[in-house]
């Protein structure tokens, strides 16, 4: 069976230093794999998505930036936190065939608190 | 653009009561998919239901029911017999049907707390 996972659980960053989120899929090969955020009592925002090692989509501009150096892992970076990327980050994946159809299963997600 | 409005920001019910979580969407798609989540508090999105746009049947899982209407672009999440396990929050998601990656737009989600 297929299972995802992150981390850290639960990260707190001064302003001004780098982060790095880690996400690893297991179980499946080529999956979709996306990045989502959700800042407190707010809805889930997508950040990146990527269908393939070496590509990435960015829907909102910010300090964040994704990479997939590997088929099964997404990670999630900045080189300088903000206040304002304090929120719960989410990776999610879905078979590559099941594309734009199908249902996204999440990982138990990395708190981040930037002080 | 897409939008999921999810207008019940929390909602408490004593345990058994029956408690009905709207959403309402926006899409100019012809073809989309709609979706639930739970989160409970651990903070992982639990998926719970896909439908299509072309299926407007209900759709009935123990205790869950869906009921999907194109007529006023809704998809409301009723929980029968409500327990105390059902306390999470509860996000509708639509999904664009364009590009190769399901890209999900989310309500702000609804808090329902059970109390016995």
């Known amino acids: 069976s297929q299972t995802i996972h992150q981390w850290p659980a639960t990260l707190v960053q001064p302003v001004g230093s780098p982060l790095s989120l880690e996400c690893t899929v297991e179980?499946?090969?080529?999956?979709?794999l996306y990045w989502y955020r959700q800042a407190a009592g707010r809805g889930l925002q997508l950040l990146f998505y990527s269908i393939g090692i070496d590509q990435i989509s960015s829907e909102v501009p910010q300090n964040l930036s994704a990479s997939r150096p590997q088929d099964r892992q997404f990670i999630l970076s900045s080189k300088k936190l903000l206040l304002s990327d304090s929120g719960f980050y989410l990776c999610?994946?879905?078979?590559?065939?099941?594309?734009?159809?199908?249902?996204?299963?999440f990982g138990e997600g990395s708190r981040l608190t930037v002080l | 653009a897409q939008k999921v409005t999810q207008a019940q920001t929390e909602i408490s019910v004593v345990e058994k009561e029956d408690v009905t979580l709207d959403c309402v969407y926006e899409t100019r798609d012809t073809t989309y998919y709609l979706f639930w989540y739970k989160q409970p508090p651990s903070g992982e999105l639990v998926f719970l239901i896909r439908r299509n746009s072309f299926d407007e049947q209900n759709e009935i899982s123990g205790r869950y029911s869906w009921n999907f209407q194109k007529s006023t672009s809704s998809f409301n999440f009723t929980i029968t017999a409500s327990q105390v396990v059902d306390s999470a929050v509860y996000f509708c998601?639509?999904?664009?049907?364009?590009?190769?990656?399901?890209?999900?737009?989310f309500g702000t989600g609804t808090r329902l707390q059970v109390t016995l």
């Open positions: 999610a994946w879905n078979p590559h065939d099941r594309g734009t159809t199908g249902e996204l299963f």
């Open positions: 998601a639509l999904s664009e049907t364009t590009g190769t990656a399901s890209k999900l737009t």
């Open positions: 179980g499946t090969s080529n999956p979709n």
